[in-house]
């Protein structure tokens, strides 16, 4: 499969995600939206890491590899962020009793 | 049409699909079963691409994990699509606008790029697989997979700590 197509599917996803969060007022929806544009990330990452393989594998039987890992610790690293934001808008929502972000404008109520 | 494409068709038209309705929907559980929808296709992209292990990760941390956390907290909240307030109709174009504006110069700087052409090679190559992963983890990338673990601990702290009642 020709590496552009790929680079088009993220790009396409990614762009989604920005207009998600640029017009969409609820927190978890702009959260679920910064997951969509991390893992646009994570398919051309890995989409790459075969790209370089299949292009140095006689050299090198593990070139690529490490397209791979640093997805695993883009994931590890949002699973983090998620279960931490998560937190803080149930927190948030428990003082304003709300989930607008107009309302956040100000950092406190 | 071979079955790699039909089959690469298939998933980015699901992806694309699921993504938009994820942010077209009113309904905030809608757009979490949506996403959801989105993430197995990405992880049947990485299937395809033969990288089985990021490709069942994918599937329990984000569409399992993750995506329960979403749920839990939308339902613990009793949001319904009639209070949300809605953005100033310019201010949701202006959004649109900009997005479409990003698109066009990501597609555009791409269209003499030297990478184009290239195969990313699909359904060979071991590098996806468990072994091979596992070896180079333990080895090459063992320092970030221990600063991983605690940054895991201290997101658990966090997470605890910010959520408790009464501060």
Not at chain 2, 1 to 28: D, E, H, P, R, W
Not at chain 2, 61 to 76: E, N, R, T
């Amino acid at each position: 499969m020709q590496i552009e197509y790929y680079i088009y599917l993220s790009i396409a996803l990614f762009c989604i995600g920005v207009v998600g969060v640029l017009t969409r007022r609820n927190a978890i929806i702009i959260f679920m939206c910064i997951e969509l544009m991390l893992n646009a990330a994570n398919l051309l990452l890995v989409a790459f890491s075969k790209m370089h393989h299949l292009a140095n594998q006689a050299t090198n039987a593990n070139a690529g590899i490490d397209g791979q890992l640093f997805v695993f610790f883009i994931m590890v690293v949002a699973a983090a962020e998620v279960s931490v934001g998560l937190a803080i808008i149930v927190m948030m929502y428990r003082n304003i009793h709300s989930v607008d972000v107009n309302f956040l404008n100000r950092l406190k109520h | 049409m071979t079955v790699t494409q039909i089959l690469f068709g298939f998933l980015s038209a699901l992806a694309l699909i699921g993504a938009l309705l994820v942010v077209i929907s009113k309904n905030a559980v809608h757009s979490v079963m949506w996403l959801i929808v989105v993430f197995f296709a990405i992880s049947g992209h990485y299937i395809m691409l033969n990288a089985q292990f990021i490709g069942i990760v994918n599937l329990i941390v984000y569409a399992g994990a993750i995506m329960v956390l979403f749920l839990f907290v939308i339902m613990l909240m009793n949001l319904n699509a009639t209070t949300e307030p809605q953005k100033n109709k310019w201010l949701k174009m202006a959004g649109v606008v900009a997005g479409g504006c990003l698109l066009l110069v990501l597609v555009a700087a791409l269209k003499n790029a030297e990478v184009r052409g290239n195969i990313a090679q699909t359904k060979d190559g071991d590098i996806g697989l468990i072994e091979n992963l596992g070896k180079a983890l333990f080895t090459e990338f063992v320092v970030p997979f221990e600063i991983s673990s605690v940054l895991f601990l201290s997101a658990m702290v966090g997470a605890a700590v910010i959520g408790k009642k009464g501060d």
